[in-house]
């Protein structure tokens, strides 16, 4: 299990644990299960929309919202993938060139949140990401943007490795996708 950190310490920080597990299904999908383990009374989940489907979105990590980067390697200038999963299964990925540099939609991912578990002291969610791309990914940084129930936002990852909480940031990208 990876444990990810916020990047400030706050009085709703200090009430959660956030964890990841990673699942390497085939050359071309990865499964991510995340963890918020606390009261999740104090969570905020953006609302599911009744009859409709999940579908691509912009500006999710508005709210609460779950990603993930993958990257050929941790050179700054060299091309990455963020995939973002919001609760109620809405999604986006985007292709970069470089350190958020030349972004734009990725037509080659599937992302799709595959189950979610809501009880009084846990949220589980399972995110499943397919791209012919993810074969030659190497690199994994894990996050998640966390909104508490007073409007708040924590910003959760493997390691803040820079003076702000910057998710593109490679060196933060510290899980191998190679066993």
């Known amino acids: 299990m990876l444990e990810l950190k916020p990047y400030t310490e706050t009085d709703f920080t200090k009430l959660f644990k956030v964890e990841s597990e990673v699942y390497v299904t085939s050359d071309d999908e990865v499964i991510l299960e995340y963890f918020l383990l606390g009261p999740t009374r104090h969570l905020h989940f953006p609302p599911l929309r ?8 912009d500006e999710l990590w508005k709210t609460t919202c779950l990603e993930a980067f993958f990257s050929f390697d941790l050179e700054t200038d060299s091309p990455y993938l963020e995939v973002n ?41 399972r995110v499943k990401i397919q791209s012919p791309a ?28 820079g003076p702000q909480a910057d998710f593109h940031n490679k060196s933060a990208f510290t899980h191998s996708l190679v066993s």
Not at 50 to 57: N, Q, V
Not at 136 to 150: M, N, P, R, Y
């Open 85 to 125: 999963c919001s609760p109620t299964g809405d999604w986006n990925a985007y292709a970069f060139t470089g350190y958020r540099q030349g972004m734009r939609p990725d037509g080659t991912a599937a992302v799709s949140l595959s189950h979610r578990t809501l009880e009084f002291d846990q949220a589980i969610f």
């Open 50 to 57: 009744e009859g409709e489907d999940a579908t691509r979105r």
């Open 134 to 161: 993810l074969k030659h990914f190497k690199q994994l940084g894990i996050t998640a943007v966390v909104e508490f129930s007073d409007g708040s936002k924590a910003y959760y990852a493997l390691t803040h490795p």
